[in-house]
């Protein structure tokens, strides 16, 4: 038998060899309640996991028992008692500990990611375990891939694209007004799940937090496929120049929103990029847009999943900056209504009414204003995990820990990413209706990033001056003839939504 999780959905986790199923091997999936009882996940999320399941259920029919228990080890021992089981090599760490300690449980190699884990630890070993920065690791996987490159040179005569892919949004614009992307059809395995989630929390066995609206995203193979297919099709040519900024209206812009499927296992990450290949070589979609795209699923994608696994558990408790601040309640609640910064209350919005925002509100706003008033990065992952359809663990511990954060102290990257209102005011249309101004730091008006960013900088002071990217807002710092006013004001602010 073999035990397939409920993000090991494509048929990439059905291929025979290396210790893998073969055609008329039985199948197993185990459906936990536990999951939703230890944690308090977005309503959304929930219910794309379980429609996922579920469907993939009935797509497998006979050859595939299902089992509803309330733990995975209650489902394993009904499902299979002793008998001999495989199973892919899970995504967290938590689930690699279950399976191994099933002794009759043989672990098999990952799938869904387009590198081996030893490769990698060959790689980054090579660099002493030290420096391992995307850039270095991003060159290496084109090269390894053969991904757009001629005679063993980047096409163009360039690696990155990102000169072309920092475009602010189009003065005057609401939208892109490109085609939607691809959004499903609910059927009856979402109202049989729907109404589970609904019985579930009347019993009292579970909570949620945000809404459950209609599926946005992909449950099934044949839906993402179809997503996939809309996003190179017709979407695709507009993502590099607008792909960092954010338009109130427009939340989605050109962005993919293949991430949840992806990390549900419904799609393999190389035929997203070859396909974005294949359309930049047809002419139908321009370099710097399909570079951008391959550098977020070869690039970034590739090497959280293995910086995960490389850095081990433990990373996950990562806290140089000693922040300790516990989140608010607003901010777990997703009670966007009660913020008043039009930047923070749009993207919180979304995030409660969708379960997802695109990756610079999620950095520079969501994680932004976390880092910028210390609160505790673990309970800040645990935050963004729960409330993201995408999120899973191998997703959210390096995103946040390591980039959002900088709770690493630099091991992912080379220096904080935050910042005041102005990055946000030239990147985005959310500043011009807000209370707030970016370019005040004190008063009734002054811009809680603005503020915030630089109360950070203060607090860090030491730290910052010896990093050769930080250095230069450390001697800004010393010329703010108000920073005193700012801190007294930051620390009134508290924890009391802005």
């Not at 429609?51 to 050859?63: F, K, N, Q, T, V």
């Not at 690699?96 to 990698?120: C, I, N, Q, W």
Request: glycine letters at 8%; a neutral charge; hydrophobic letters at 35%.
């Amino acid at each position: 038998m073999h035990w397939l999780f409920g993000d090991q959905l494509g048929p990439h986790f059905l291929t025979s060899g290396d210790g893998c199923p073969g055609r008329d091997t039985p199948l197993l999936m185990i459906e936990a309640k536990s999951v939703f009882r230890r944690r308090t996940f977005h309503r959304a999320k929930a219910h794309l996991v379980l429609s996922a399941m579920r469907h993939r259920a009935a797509e497998l029919g006979d050859r595939l028992t299902y089992v509803r228990a309330d733990t995975y080890r209650d489902g394993l021992q009904k499902a299979a008692g002793g008998s001999p089981v495989t199973v892919h090599h899970p995504t967290s760490h938590a689930a690699l500990r279950l399976v191994r300690s099933e002794p009759h449980v043989t672990v098999g190699p990952a799938r869904g990611f387009l590198l081996p884990m030893d490769e990698f630890t060959t790689w980054a070993d090579g660099h002493d375990g030290k420096r391992l920065r995307q850039e270095d690791f991003y060159r290496w996987m084109r090269r390894r891939h053969d991904l757009l490159m001629e005679a063993g040179a980047p096409v163009g005569g360039r690696w990155n694209h990102d000169h072309d892919n920092r475009e602010p949004p189009p003065r005057g614009a609401t939208g892109l007004h490109i085609a939607a992307p691809y959004r499903p059809r609910e059927d009856d395995i979402d109202e049989e799940v729907r109404h589970d989630l609904d019985r579930w929390e009347r019993d009292g066995e579970v909570s949620f937090v945000g809404r459950d609206g209609p599926r946005l995203f992909p449950a099934t193979r044949a839906e993402a496929l179809t997503a996939l297919r809309r996003f190179i099709d017709r979407r695709l040519a507009t993502f590099g120049p607008y792909e960092d900024a954010i338009l109130a209206a427009d939340p989605v812009m050109s962005h993919s929103l293949l991430s949840a499927p992806l990390n549900l296992g419904l799609l393999d990450p190389a035929e997203c990029v070859e396909r974005a290949e294949a359309a930049w070589r047809a002419g139908e979609a321009p370099l710097n847009s399909v570079e951008g795209f391959v550098r977020q699923i070869a690039g970034w994608r590739e090497y959280v999943w293995q910086l995960y696994w490389y850095f081990g558990d433990d990373y996950r408790h990562s806290n140089a900056l000693r922040h300790t601040t516990p989140l608010p309640a607003w901010w777990s609640e997703l009670d966007a209504e009660a913020v008043g910064a039009h930047c923070l209350r749009t993207a919180l919005a979304q995030v409660r009414d969708t379960g997802w925002t695109h990756h610079i509100p999620r950095l520079m706003v969501l994680g932004g204003y976390a880092l910028q008033r210390g609160w505790e990065p673990a309970a800040v992952t645990d935050w963004f995990h729960r409330c993201f359809v995408d999120g899973h663990d191998w997703v959210m511990v390096p995103n946040v820990v390591g980039m959002s954060q900088y709770a690493d102290g630099g091991r992912m990257t080379t220096k904080p990413y935050t910042s005041g209102g102005a990055y946000l005011n030239r990147m985005s249309d959310l500043c011009g209706p807000c209370r707030y101004r970016p370019g005040e730091r004190t008063g009734d008006r002054a811009c809680p990033y603005t503020a915030g960013y630089w109360t950070f900088v203060d607090r860090h002071r030491e730290r910052l001056a010896h990093n050769h990217r930080t250095v230069q807002p450390v001697r800004q710092l010393d010329r703010l003839v108000d920073l005193a006013e700012v801190r007294r004001q930051e620390r009134e602010r508290g924890d009391a939504p802005p």
